[in-house]
C-alpha cells in the first residue's frame, strides 16, 4: 500500500535548481491536496564566548541576533513571494498550499531531515546542482547526504538540460 502524501517538505537554496523544484512541490501539493513546509537553511556561526585579554566579548548570536532576524523576515518575505508567484500559475487556490515557511540557522542536511520528522512530512523535494561525476565526487550534494539517510520517499529535481528562464525574483 502507498501512503498517501498529505504534507510535503520543500528545502530551497534559493538557487534556480530549487526554483524549478518549487513548480515540481507546489504542483503535487496541489494534485494530491497536500500542505508544504517550506525550508531554508542559512550558515551557522559558532556558540560560545570569546574573549581578547581583559576584554569580554558576547556570543557571535548575541552580537549578530538583530541582524539575523531581519534577515530571515526578508528571506520569509522572498520566499513567500516567489511561493505566490509560482503558486498563482499553478492553480487559483494556491494560497491553501504552503503552511508553513521555515528559515533556520542550521546544517542543511540535518535541518531537512529534522524538520521532515518534525513536521511529518509524507515526502521530501530538493532541486540539485549535480551536472556530471567530477563536480557530484568533489562537491558532495546535500540532496546525496538527504537521500542516503532518509526513510521517507524524495524528489530529486535537476534543472533540465534546455536553457529556462527561472529565479527567485522573476518566477
Request: proline share 5%; charged share 25%.
Amino acid at each position: 500500500m502507498i501512503p498517501q502524501i498529505k504534507k510535503i517538505l520543500y528545502a530551497t537554496d534559493l538557487t534556480a535548481n530549487s526554483a524549478y523544484a518549487a513548480y515540481f512541490a507546489l504542483d503535487l501539493a496541489h494534485k494530491y491536496q497536500a500542505k508544504i513546509v517550506m525550508l531554508h537553511c542559512t550558515e551557522t556561526f559558532s556558540r560560545g564566548h570569546y574573549g581578547l585579554g581583559a576584554v569580554y566579548m558576547p556570543p557571535v548570536e548575541e552580537v549578530l541576533d538583530d541582524k539575523r532576524q531581519a534577515a530571515e523576515a526578508e528571506l520569509k518575505r522572498r520566499l513567500g513571494e516567489f511561493y505566490r508567484k509560482v503558486g498563482s500559475k499553478i492553480t487559483p487556490d494556491y494560497a491553501r498550499l504552503v503552511s508553513e515557511i521555515i528559515v533556520k540557522p542550521a546544517y542543511a542536511v540535518e535541518e531537512i531531515l529534522n524538520t521532515a520528522d518534525a513536521e511529518e512530512c509524507d515526502l521530501i523535494i530538493l532541486g540539485t546542482h549535480g551536472k556530471g561525476w567530477l563536480k557530484q565526487t568533489f562537491l558532495g550534494s546535500t540532496a546525496r547526504s538527504v537521500l542516503e539517510r532518509t526513510r521517507k520517499p524524495m524528489f530529486i529535481i535537476p534543472l533540465p538540460s534546455e536553457k529556462i528562464d527561472i529565479d527567485w525574483d522573476a518566477a
